[in-house]
């Protein structure tokens, strides 16, 4: 076994201390607690090589990252996958830590193995989430004050959340002037932020060639463009394009066992943000401004089949097939054609026959015999 000559180490990572389970060769283990700082971690695993199992989390990344140049082999669980843990009837830090070691011990394909991104990846993702929690933010003040003017009898116009301050900030009824004042000045400057943080996003997408090219499909902006590259970081990780969707979270859950084969929830793995970014394009590319495409066709006809939820499972089966969509751009860099891709892609894909040359003919032999 890979793990027959080495110890392996669960470790539960927390905020301020993390419980450690060192099992050895022979399956004995030992406890130990040690402070979640850099200081401590390198105090306690400065020590011979060891297979060290960790879940992921905020401290995951740092902490695997000094693990491994300390010379460890680290295996980052997936915490969805780990049932074990997360479902136990006794769940504890110690009990966890000695959870991880085990299983580390018996098969790490248990631990359903992760890779973290790489830091210029991660910090390049980190600005456009940057921007995601400015417009919430922002989104959030606005309803506020809107809901405030609304308790006083009065209704603000509608605008978008960009124009809301400069449309309305007059229409403030004078006895809420000293209330709502401090939120209009917090609006304004988080509209700048805003508009900072889209320049950089804008300069990292023109960076990047490839933008343009998942940019071609209606409805895909540079943001959403940038954050599907960023988040799957590697377009060569899956040998099928199809497989993006998985990665994701949008493919459906499955619980056959028989005949017995009912329809499901997604799965919503992987990172949210890139997957709501997806749906959002999906709600354009089915909505009235959507240009005609084959994914808008099909989508349309899905949302026809009936039903109160007809409309919102549409949206989610657009945004797994426009994933596969952008995966396939990326990966080729081909132009895309909005109506006919598909069939054309298996035109391609397909080999065409070959008419085979008749034989030679014979009749002048014949003749001369």
């Avoid at 927390?14 to 401590?40: E, I, L, P, Y």
């Avoid at 405030?148 to 605008?159: A, D, I, Q, W």
């Avoid at 401004?289 to 989610?316: H, M, P, Q």
Wanted: net charge positive; glycine share 6%; aromatic share 4%.
């Amino acid at each position: 076994m890979e793990n027959s000559t080495t110890e392996t180490i669960g470790c539960d990572l927390g905020d301020k201390m993390s419980d450690v389970c060192v099992m050895d060769t022979s399956g004995r283990t030992r406890r130990a607690r040690v402070a979640s700082t850099r200081k401590g971690i390198t105090t306690f695993f400065s020590r011979e090589p060891a297979h060290v199992v960790i879940e992921v989390g905020s401290h995951s990344r740092w902490v695997s990252e000094l693990l491994e140049g300390l010379g460890h082999r680290v295996t980052i669980a997936n915490a969805r996958r780990v049932k074990l843990i997360s479902a136990s009837d006794n769940k504890t830090d110690e009990h966890d830590a000695e959870l991880l070691a085990r299983l580390g011990r018996a098969d790490v394909h248990l631990l359903a193995p992760m890779k973290h991104r790489r830091a210029a990846v991660q910090a390049d993702l980190a600005i456009a989430k940057a921007r995601d929690t400015l417009v919430a933010t922002r989104t959030k003040l606005v309803n506020h004050v809107r809901g405030t003017v609304k308790s006083f009898g009065e209704r603000l116009p509608k605008c978008s959340a960009r124009a809301f301050a400069r449309h309305t900030r007059a229409l403030i009824p004078a006895a809420l002037e000293t209330a709502l004042a401090p939120v209009y000045e917090t609006i304004a400057k988080l509209d700048e932020q805003i508009r900072a943080q889209d320049k950089l996003i804008e300069v990292k997408s023109e960076a990047n060639p490839d933008v343009a090219v998942l940019e071609q499909v209606d409805g895909v902006g540079a943001l959403t463009a940038l954050v599907f590259m960023l988040t799957l970081e590697d377009k060569d990780r899956f040998t099928n394009s199809r497989m993006a969707g998985a990665f994701l979270g949008l493919r459906p859950r499955k619980k056959k066992s028989g005949d017995d084969d009912p329809q499901l929830r997604i799965t919503k793995a992987g990172d949210p943000f890139v997957r709501r970014l997806l749906v959002l394009s999906a709600n354009y590319i089915l909505g009235p401004f959507g240009k005609d495409s084959d994914l808008r066709r099909w989508g349309l006809k899905l949302a026809e089949r009936g039903g109160k939820n007809a409309k919102k499972r549409a949206k989610v089966a657009v945004a797994r097939k426009l994933a596969v969509l952008l995966h396939r751009l990326w990966v080729t860099g081909e132009v895309y054609e909005p109506l006919g891709y598909q069939a054309r892609r298996l035109e391609d894909a397909t080999p065409h026959a070959v008419t085979p040359a008749p034989p030679p003919s014979t009749a002048g032999a014949d003749a001369a015999a």
